[in-house]
């Protein structure tokens, strides 16, 4: 019992948890990026090179024979994930910078100090004045 007990606190902690969440989420987003590198992105791109699609790109290092397949040499697949590569890196890049920047204003702007301080500052201008 005290192994699962141990186990439970390990996979509680929020470090365990917020990883999983970012996991999850980093998949979803995944999706959605490669959706956008496949049906928006690359069938310009496609249109700009002569109808050619990256992912059909192949070398036939070996022609089918009867019920074989062919042998290919599918280059463009690689291309491909290297554009959704770094469409993904350069769109985490973006969220970064962007978190960065909001707290940087947020370090940068001082807190206002409470009013009791506010008041307890005036009190003492006040004495020093005297």
């Keep these: 019992m005290a192994l699962l007990d141990e186990f439970k606190k390990f996979a509680m902690r929020g470090n365990v948890v917020d990883l999983a ?4 989420i980093g ?21 700009l090179l002569g109808g050619v699609s990256f992912g059909g790109l192949a070398i036939t290092l070996k022609e089918a ?4 397949p ?3 040499f599918k280059y463009g697949a690689f291309v491909q994930s290297i554009v959704d590569f770094t469409i993904v890196a350069f769109a985490i890049f ?14 940068a702007a001082p807190a206002a100090p409470p ?7 005036e009190i003492r ?3 020093r004045q005297r």
């Excluded at 973006?94 to 370090?107: G, H, I, P, S, Y």
Aim: proline letters at 7%; a negative charge; aromatic letters at 4%.
């Design 21 to 24: 969440v970012g996991v999850v």
């Design 27 to 47: 998949g979803a987003f995944g999706k959605i990026v490669t959706s956008f590198v496949n049906d928006v992105l690359m069938p310009p791109i496609g249109v």
């Design 65 to 68: 024979v009867g019920d074989a």
């Design 70 to 72: 062919p042998v290919l």
């Design 94 to 107: 973006l969220v970064v910078r962007a978190m960065n920047a909001m707290q940087k204003k947020q370090e």
């Design 115 to 121: 009013p009791e301080v506010v008041l307890l500052t």
């Design 125 to 127: 201008d006040t004495l």
